[in-house]
């Protein structure tokens, strides 16, 4: 797409390819999400968007991610790459930043259908951001968090590199939940997959990035 190239940006790895989703991905996606994210009796987000009413659930995932898109700007952005396993759209990896010309620092946060949990999958994904936030955006700093007894989640955390970064409470369900910040430094960073980035020049100023960067070591 000439004027909002972003839908021609793609990340590959040996498993997976992440993209901007389209209209049929968002449809895949809100099956995804009508399969199930996480066990009934759970909640691992700090905002329960899952609890939506069955019937609504489809509809509401596709409003937010088409949101998402109409609210980028170069100052405040929300990548929400569909990831595809197998020709099938099988969750959400997202990376925002805010200020990133400046700061230079990005967070991630993402789902997984069930079914597709438990296989490596959230970690491959998340290293494909990774890279591109360092060695393709010229990050300096990357965050993300999980709650405390999320320790999936965690353990995708510590073995990309990330360390401790405080805690944070929240209020979810009218309850106290307690989060887990991790942050990740780029000299920290290996990635264990080789990634591939196509399509990101015409991004960059998109991003508040400038040229693209030799990548990590």
């Excluded at 509809?59 to 898109?69: A, D, I, N, P, Q």
């Amino acid at each position: 797409m000439r004027h909002w190239p972003l839908f021609d940006l793609r990340l590959i790895t040996p498993r997976l390819e992440l993209r901007l989703p389209s209209p049929e991905d968002l449809d895949e996606l809100a099956e995804r999400a009508l399969e199930g994210v996480h066990p009934p009796d759970y909640m691992p987000f700090t905002v329960p968007w899952t609890l939506v009413p069955r019937e609504e659930l489809p509809g509401e995932v596709v409003r937010f991610h088409l949101s998402v898109m109409g609210r980028w700007r170069r100052e405040h952005w929300s990548c929400n790459f569909a990831v595809v396993h197998e020709g099938r759209v099988v969750g959400i990896q997202e990376m925002t930043a805010k200020e990133f010309a400046v700061t230079r620092e990005v967070r991630t946060g993402s789902w997984l259908g069930r079914a597709h949990q438990g296989r490596g999958i959230g970690t491959e994904m998340r290293a494909a951001v990774l890279h591109l936030a360092f060695s393709g955006l010229g990050a300096l700093t990357a965050t993300s968090g999980a709650a405390v007894d999320n320790h999936a989640s965690l353990g995708v955390s510590r073995k990309l590199g990330y360390r401790p970064d405080g805690l944070q409470v929240h209020a979810v369900q009218g309850k106290r939940a307690v989060e887990q910040r991790v942050r990740l430094a780029r000299e920290d960073f290996r990635c264990p997959v080789p990634v591939e980035i196509h399509g990101l020049g015409p991004c960059l100023p998109h991003f508040g990035a400038g040229p693209p960067r030799r990548p990590a070591r």
